[in-house]
């Protein structure tokens, strides 16, 4: 069974950091795109970040770019987010999620890790 565990979500104050983990199993790392994405109470779920381990390819949202930074290893099956100068409208639950290369569909998810930041 395909497994994504997500972790790594606290409290924090604005201007700080924290890191996401995403640990996958039951799939061949290289052949999948692992994602994070996010939703804030009574906003749209927003897709955040992604990468392929494959061909080193990242993907970031505009809220993010500059701030947080993502990155794999292969050899752990973990993706990381590393979340940097945090803002509190960043605060949301976070989800990691993969699909097959190729695909348009983010079929597999795990549960969400919450973040919040304070003013």
């Known amino acids: 069974d395909v497994q994504l565990q997500a972790s790594g979500g606290g409290l924090v104050q604005a201007g700080g950091s924290l890191r996401l983990s995403c640990k996958a199993s039951?799939?061949?790392?290289?052949?999948?795109?692992v994602g994070w994405f996010r939703q804030a109470p009574g906003k749209e779920h927003e897709g955040v970040s992604c990468?392929?381990?494959?061909?080193?390819?990242?993907y970031y949202a505009d809220s993010v770019k500059g701030r947080f930074t993502i990155s794999s290893d292969s050899a752990k099956n973990t993706v990381c987010l590393q979340m940097n100068s945090l803002k509190p409208e960043d605060t949301a639950v976070y989800y990691c999620a993969a699909k097959e290369r190729g695909s348009s569909e983010w079929k597999y998810w795990g549960q969400g890790t919450l973040v919040t930041v304070l003013q």
């Open positions: 039951g799939f061949t790392f290289d052949e999948y795109a």
């Open positions: 990468t392929s381990a494959a061909d080193g390819n990242t």
